[in-house]
């Protein structure tokens, strides 16, 4: 019985080793050919799809961008740094480009003729701790093209609105950003959902829309060069979204712990070369940072489409990826400020959505409960206490187990030794999954920020 166990969970980790994407390695990165510099606290930098649509504007031959023109007082202009004469608001388009190797970022030489419009739109609520930084990071973007800024605040407590204000003229560059303030949540939305929609709202009515919408979160600061990087890979493309998982912070023992667990379990899920595989069905993002076609946005129904979702980033790469080709990767461009000094911090994060991916089915709880435990608890239970082949077994699965987590500890510039402790760390997240059903059970599922909005399917 113990020699099965083992073998079971040997075939599972050489399945996962051999045939799942090789997630575990971790290079499908934006950033891969360099080792770009780590971010500073200061928030900057130092020293072939057959359904694909059409490209903005439809013009095949060169790239023209247009941006909105905002000229009453609580609307801020686009900020330009070409001259008027290389960017035109006749269209926009591009060439398109046949697809570089994924894992490497786009070169120089692939720079498009002219920089198409860009508006970022920023949902926050009760984010003063961090808005300000991140969003100077993005008043700092070196982007050639049109860009403005967009911060929808969702009626938040603790003056974040004012915190961003203050941040755009400690910039002198009050006049770049626009606060929309957020209304009330209405039934059937979730809240990041219902504010990120009213920002677009506000975009669409601009008299000249831009090619591309930025979604970002406040917590989320960025390299200078990010916009430029992400806006080239997307024309030279022909990506519908483009989204980069922002490196989390990973500085007390807690985060050191779980957070580059969270990422390996993460890819494990959603390998990011099926993601970035046209004729793969699978499909996600990272909310953090989402540069999304627009027109690609409206032709599936726009942001609506996904109101109910708690895990919204990858409910929107699923929906994109039906209409386009799209890509993800890990970067060190961008970074979270947001800290989980705390274990318990982890665990909300978590216990926010987990059952939520699950569907809300017991059924399923119980399968990955079952699942989880047979991949990452019986192996070392088998090391450590069976005998013969089960304790050879178990004790060559760690050992696998351990050096698959190795290119992600060392993306997160941690101990190698974290490696033997992803046992452990899989209970602690199985445990964080369990909470989820149970705060679910209690009425509380997909608590966040003072709101409780689970299970929502029945209001569509």
Known sequence: MTAALASASLAIWIYLIAARGAFWRAAERDDAAADTPRLRRAGFWPGASGNRLPLPGGERDGVRGSGPSLDTPDRAPLTRRPSAADLSPKGRGEEEVAARPESTDSRPDDTPAAWPAVVAVIPARDEADVVGEGLASLLHQDYAGLFAIILVDDQSRDGTAEAARASASRESAAGRLTVVPGTPLPPGWTGKLWAMKQGIDHVESLPDAPAYLLLTDADIAYAPDTLTSLVRRAQNRGLVLT????????????????????????????????????????????????????????????????????????????????????????????????AYPRVADVRRMVARSAYHQLGYSPLLLGATAAGLALTFLAPPFLALFASGLARALGLAVCALMALAFQPMLRFYRVSPLWGLALPAIAALYLAFTLDSAYQHWRGRGGLWKGRVQADLSETR
């Open 243 to 338: 989204s980069l998982m922002a490196k989390l912070r990973c500085e007390t023992f807690a985060e050191r712990a779980l957070i580059p667990a969270f990422v390996f379990f993460f890819q494990m899920l959603y390998p990011f070369a099926w993601v970035n595989r046209p004729d793969a069905a699978t499909a996600a993002a990272a909310g953090g940072c989402m540069l999304v076609r627009r027109d690609a946005l409206a032709t599936i129904g726009g942001i609506e489409e996904i109101r109910t979702a708690l895990i919204d980033d990858c409910a929107l790469g699923r929906e994109l990826k039906r209409v386009g080709p799209i890509w993800l990767g890990l970067t060190r461009r961008a970074q979270s400020l947001r």
